[in-house]
């Protein structure tokens, strides 16, 4: 089964600072890719999802971008974080022709 | 949006009783899925049920589903402490393509007492 890694765990930044987070898979092949974001006691919000190397879409409108320049890569960046942009970021993949979602373990983001 | 609201928000048990949460959800699906997340950690799928499909069960798990009231239920039966965790449905609603657009709601906290 798939196994999705995902660093840093955890990371302090400040306003307007830049930001990079790393998602790679394992155990798979060509698989869908997503982006979500989980506010403190919430629901994960759909941010971006990826079907291809430079296949990328955008589900909210913000300051964050996302780009998969491998096939099992996915990377999320900002130029200039926002206090906003505080929250638990969480990657995830599926099979083609799978439902089910397998998820990384999160980077926990607190932008001060 | 939130597609998918769950009820309750918490929920407290003494181990050994069973556990149900619901979801209410607003659209057309083609299948209702649920996850489990334990603090701080990313999620797990547990169960999903198509809609066409109006129960499921997996193990100690058992899912309904009425498309004609938007709803579902999953049943924890014989909790056990190692079960306290947040729990979430999540709709795919996507039309086409193979990327699963999935739409969470906002989870029931569940804690399980020895």
Known sequence: SQTIHQWPATLVQPVGSPLSLECTVEGTSNPNLYWYRQAAGRGLQLLFYSVGIGQISSEVPQNLSASRPQDRQFILSSKKLLLSDSGFYLCACNDRGSYEQYFGPGTRLTVT | ?114
Request: glycine residues 8%; proline residues 2%; charged residues 20%.
């Open chain 2, 1 to 114: 949006s939130q597609q998918g609201e769950e009820d309750p928000q918490a929920l407290s048990i003494q181990e050994g009783e069973n556990a149900t949460m619901n979801c209410s959800y607003k659209t057309s699906i083609n299948n209702l899925q649920w996850y489990r997340q334990n603090s701080g950690r990313g999620l797990v799928h547990l169960i999903l049920i198509r809609s066409n499909e109006r129960e499921k069960h997996s193990g100690r798990l058992r899912v309904t589903l009425d498309t004609s009231k938007k709803s579902s239920s999953l049943l924890i039966t014989a909790s056990r402490a190692a079960d306290t965790a947040s729990y979430f449905c999540a709709t795919d609603d996507s039309s086409s393509g193979s990327a699963r657009q999935l739409t969470f709601g906002s989870g029931t906290q569940l804690t399980v007492l020895p």
